[in-house]
């Protein structure tokens, strides 16, 4: 019975590592496909997902974009991956208007602001990118 059991347990271990490792894999390319419609350049910001269980409460967000830094962290933790996904392309897009010109350190309070152009185009460009990768990759919507 324990041997049962035990078999039973590393499978299931065993599973959430290829889930786990699948869902870095699309995240990747989802990076790749974002950074080449957004037409970012090289060198690309360094992404981390945050597993922090208070992310959200404690950002009063689900990631950011650090200007300075050029480092975007998204919040991991109880999430689903589309919804990881749309709040990466948002912070990428952010990354792309700093390329731009329209995000430096002196500006991003104010461009950062809620119903600001640079919100509004990072949000509704976050949904298309989500939509276009989703229909060639519909295991996002796990």
């Known amino acids: 019975m324990i041997n049962i059991l035990e078999e039973k347990y590393n499978n299931l271990l065993l599973e959430a590592k290829h889930a786990k490792e699948k869902r870095k894999e699309l995240m990747k390319k989802f990076i790749v496909f974002t950074c080449n419609e957004v037409g970012i350049n090289k060198p690309w910001p360094k992404v981390s997902i945050n597993n922090r269980e208070d992310f959200g409460s404690y950002y009063k967000s689900f990631g950011y974009f650090d200007v300075g830094d050029n480092k975007i962290v998204v919040a991991g933790s109880n999430r689903n991956l589309g919804d990881m996904l ?57």
């Open 86 to 142: 749309r709040t990466l392309a948002h912070e990428l897009v952010h990354y792309k208007q700093k390329q731009n010109g329209e995000i430096n350190l002196d500006n991003a309070a104010e461009t950062g602001a809620d119903g600001s152009k640079i919100e509004n185009e990072a949000n509704a460009q976050a949904g298309v990118l989500l939509r276009k990768f989703g229909r060639d990759n519909p295991e996002i919507y796990e």
